[in-house]
């Protein structure tokens, strides 16, 4: 069974400039949440996406959306990027059938400049 | 507000030797608690986890210990290897959320 897929692996933008993220999760899941992953904050909530809904949300401003489809596939956009904005964005996938374990893709690590 | 304490930030060990890594929650809703692996370059993937009804869960060379009364869990990595070398997250989730509560990582390094 395939696991997550996040595209794109590395992206570099502008300040002011905006971004979008793309999380494909395991085939049969059905929620999808977004961590944002800095070496001082370790790893952030940002929201959780269940049957296109967004079920929970993290504390982040609001120039952190998402997004999910009626495949379960789900898009994170960040818009007036900051330089504080660069990071590594983790997306989890998760099922009732498989308990309450967050599988991880490896990433997309953002830089910002 | 830190929900779960994470030490130490970094560790090295000795090829052989024992890792260990401490948590410590407050919220005692908590009842779920997995430790992730993460390796340069990659995102964390479930390596163990606990539910506080038993004291210690054994896997292999990895042991997760839990205190309840202590609101403390830690990790054990027995006779550790260079291969696991990377950074470990202790984690807790409450009610059957999929949203764990991370720790702030604990970098490890195995001397050869």
């Known amino acids: 069974k395939a696991g997550v897929t996040q595209t794109p692996r590395y992206l570099i933008k502008t300040r002011g400039q905006q971004v979008t993220l793309s999380c494909s999760p395991i085939?049969?899941?059905?929620?999808v949440s977004w961590y944002q992953q800095t070496p001082g904050q370790g790893l952030q909530f940002l929201f959780e996406y269940f049957s296109e809904t967004q079920r929970n949300k993290g504390n982040f401003p609001g120039r952190f959306s998402g997004r999910q489809f009626s495949n379960s596939r789900s898009e994170m956009n960040v818009s007036t990027l900051e330089l504080g904005d660069s990071a590594l964005y983790l997306c989890?996938?998760?099922?009732?059938?498989?308990?309450?374990?967050?599988?991880f893709g490896q990433g997309t690590r953002l830089t910002v400049v | 507000q830190q929900q779960v304490k994470q030490s130490p930030q970094s560790l090295i060990v000795q090829k052989g030797g024992i890792s260990i890594i401490n948590c410590a929650y407050e919220?005692?809703?908590?009842?779920?608690f997995p430790w992730y692996q993460q390796f340069p370059g990659k995102g964390p993937a479930l390596l163990i986890a606990i539910r506080p009804d038993v004291s210690e869960k054994k896997e292999g060379r990895f042991t997760i210990s839990f205190n309840k009364s202590a609101k403390q869990f830690s990790l054990h990595i027995m006779d550790s290897q260079p291969g696991d070398s990377a950074t470990y997250f202790c984690?807790?989730?409450?009610?059957?959320?999929?949203?764990?509560?991370f720790g702030r990582g604990t970098s490890l390094i195995v001397h050869p």
């Open positions: 085939s049969g899941h059905r929620s």
């Open positions: 919220n005692t809703a908590f009842d779920y």
């Open positions: 989890a996938s998760s099922s009732p059938n498989e308990g309450t374990e967050a599988f």
């Open positions: 984690a807790a989730t409450a009610g059957g959320s999929y949203i764990p509560t």
